[in-house]
């Protein structure tokens, strides 16, 4: 019986690598990455906005690159580092739990977060930039960000807070 006639898909395993945890899953070969994070592994952070691809909120890290989870099906990317906005902390050396990682921390104290809803597709797109580019200039961020949609803000404090947490990752003080 085909899908159409009403019998269920076929499902596949994949095993994906989320955070540092190795998952091993039964899903639907349709299933996006978006869905399996959420639904099958309670990340919520990452978000479903458009569902097209052009919103940036399902953003995720895939090998350090920034990936629109909705558009990239679970199968894609075993093999492949996932590192969800749950996870970033954790990449920071020398943090006690609960701690945020120093972009977060930027973002809350830049004020780079309004409602949250694009929150962690911008920091994980930030993090990405500032892992190739230390000390990016305002157009290098600018252009890291442009595939991220915020509907609360005209991106100045999200611009600022990546300049913060640019100088907390080296180390340097940051000016109030």
């Not at 442009?146 to 999200?158: D, L, N």
Request: glycine share 12%; with cysteine; net charge negative.
């Amino acid at each position: 019986m085909s899908p159409a006639s009403g019998a269920r898909p076929k499902k596949i395993v994949v095993e994906l690598r989320v955070n540092g945890a190795d998952h091993e899953l039964l899903v639907e070969p349709r299933r996006t990455l978006l869905e399996v994070l959420r639904e099958d592994l309670g990340l919520t952070g990452a978000k479903e906005g458009c569902g097209v691809g052009s919103c940036g909120a399902c953003t995720v890290l895939v090998d350090g690159r920034p990936v629109r989870s909705c558009l990239t099906l679970a199968a894609e990317v075993q093999g492949a580092e996932i590192l969800t906005i749950e996870g970033l902390a954790d990449t920071w050396p020398d943090r006690a739990p609960g701690e945020l990682h120093p972009i977060q921390e930027a973002f809350v104290e830049g004020h780079g977060i309004q409602c949250g809803f694009c929150t962690p597709g911008m920091i994980l797109s930030a993090k990405a930039l500032l892992d190739e580019v230390p000390r990016p200039t305002e157009a290098q961020i600018r252009e890291a960000l442009g595939g991220q949609a915020c509907r609360c803000t005209g991106y100045a404090k999200i611009v600022e807070s990546v300049k913060r947490a640019a100088v907390k990752l080296s180390g340097q003080e940051v000016e109030p």
